[in-house]
């Protein structure tokens, strides 16, 4: 009968001091990861929380409560290790990808923009201060102009009884013991900082824009030293839930968040509404818009894959030159070739504009041409697919070389051995593992270059424009063609502008899927 083995002791304790070194790395990376997360969901409550109880978004504060409590109960706990690494990826994945693109959606709905910023009782209230206006008879104070707790007040004195008020937007309030001057102006006041008159010409916008709220009316700054009450001429009723004024009553519309009239004028102050999907049938059906819709589309789709196509073919190209073993004087090449993408791009695409100019442009004149590069259609496509070109291709260059770097030398080299030649090995062999590598990046750089505003509004803004068509120009992106409909004509519609961001949205990520779909198949069939 065999002894029974015996783990020896020696050789035990061996064992567990040798793991333990790697245990203390494991256990230093996970309190640091720990300690790290635990700072991050701290300075979350610390900065998020106090505004969100001033605005009352109630909403928002329990979401924020919530997540910090999980994050504190998951990173405290002994528990849930893989989750620990999981969740900062997910909650930034959350934060920066899927809360943007539901939000833009949840804008898309909405009348959002200029007149129609905020709710229906600021709407009131701007409506009100807009249409003040000084009636005879109304009374007029001396002004000062003071600090209080570092706010702007007014010192109102009123001309008659000596009366000193402090007028801020909370309304009137008496003032104790006030220095006046000999034109009866404050001159000191206890716990006020009285400006004098260069330091109050300083801030005369914001001294023109306090309004003091009174009984039927407001006061309001006339210059630096004077200040007179006026009556608002266009006043809510709730009653008729309507503005009572000029050409009136002004019913609320809730479905478009406009005041009408019976003659169906509209006043200029709105509110916020939701307005469905009228955004989405705008782009559809507003002739102004869907007849230039597919042609941009067209050129959009040109410019996105030409700028791919031409960026890859240059930058494989050199690094498939600079990757040949015979090839000297890599390093310096290499520094070289990556500088127009160490170079900040807006500086250069605003240099490469005036480059393209007809008159003075660089490209004129070392060529002898005389061509208007930006000003007719054909070249100002050429010239925004070189300039990109010129951007691009270094990129391309970077990860082709470093994908070059993964692919044996023995594969060329035994195709070689099989009688192919250069042309044939590259074509057979080096670029379709290539392009197993790079496609998802070649995807990414598509999705990039469909939505380049930069590359074309810096450029040629779009142009050139057809004198019967000043909406669309000749360039344009759907991007660039979004920002001139919703921001171009002096007022911002972030609703509308919000609605085609969707439709590029789905358009990107339809083309994006089949390319993504596309390279799966083509890794299967070289794995």
Known sequence: MSAPSVIDPPKKAARHSAARPARRQVTTAFVVTRVAVLAVAAALLLYAVPPLVAAESWVALAVVIAVSAILGYLYLSRRFVPAKYLVPGTIFLLAFQVFPVLFTFSTSVTNFGDGHRGTKAEAVTAIEASSLKQVPGSPSYQLSA????GELVFLLTDPVTKKVQEGSADGLAPVEGATLGM?????????????TTAQAAARGKEIAAITVPT???AIKANGLSRAVEAKASMVYDASCDCIQGENGPWKASEATGYFVNPAGDVLSQGWQVNVGLDNFVRVLTDPTINTNFLG????N???????????????????LALHHPKMRGVKIYRILLILPYAMPAFAMLLIWRDMFNKDFGLVNQLTGLTTDWLGQPTTARLAVLLVNLWLGFPYMFLVTTGALQAI?????EAAGLDGANAWNAFRRVTLPLLLVALSPLLVASFAFNFNNFNAIQLTTAGGPFDVDSIRVGATDLLITYTFRLAFGSGSAQFGFAAAISVFIFAIVAVLSAVGFRRTRKQEDVYR
């Not at 941009?296 to 050129?299: G, H, I, K, Q």
């Not at 996105?304 to 690094?319: E, K, P």
């Open 296 to 299: 941009v589309f067209a050129w």
């Open 301 to 319: 789709l040109t410019f996105a894959l030409g700028s791919v196509l031409t960026t890859f073919a240059l930058g494989m190209s050199v690094a």
């Open 146 to 149: 003071a600090t209080k707790d």
């Open 215 to 217: 009984q039927g009316g």
């Open 408 to 412: 044996p030398r023995e594969l060329t």
């Open 183 to 195: 034109t009866g102006k404050v001159t000191a006041a206890p716990g006020y900082t009285v400006l």
